[in-house]
């Protein structure tokens, strides 16, 4: 059961690291679109991307980013307790 939360808990760290350095990476390489980073945020690193939008002053005018980066934060913030509350009721 605890391996449980420690699998979930690390995949959800790992994928805000990565969301946070592909916008560090993406400051420099502008020729990319938005699709790596809305996947990143998809994934689960959404929280990492927006706050490193602003960290780094990334895309701040780009109404698609910062329209749905909140919009994901909330949806991964919901998978997130939702999937930690699965595992309160699995039988393993």
Request: cysteine-free; glycine content about 8%; proline content about 2%.
């Amino acid at each position: 059961m605890i391996f449980y939360y420690v699998l979930l808990a690390a995949y959800l760290v790992g994928a805000n690291v990565y969301g946070f350095f592909l916008v560090k990476n993406e400051r420099y390489d502008q020729d990319g679109g938005n699709g790596k980073l809305f996947l990143a945020a998809i994934l689960g690193g959404a929280l990492a991307v927006y706050s490193s939008m602003f960290i780094f002053r990334f895309r701040l005018k780009n109404p698609f980013l910062m329209l749905t980066m909140p919009i994901l934060i909330v949806f991964n913030v919901f998978l997130a307790i939702l999937l930690f509350r699965a595992g309160q009721f699995a039988m393993f």
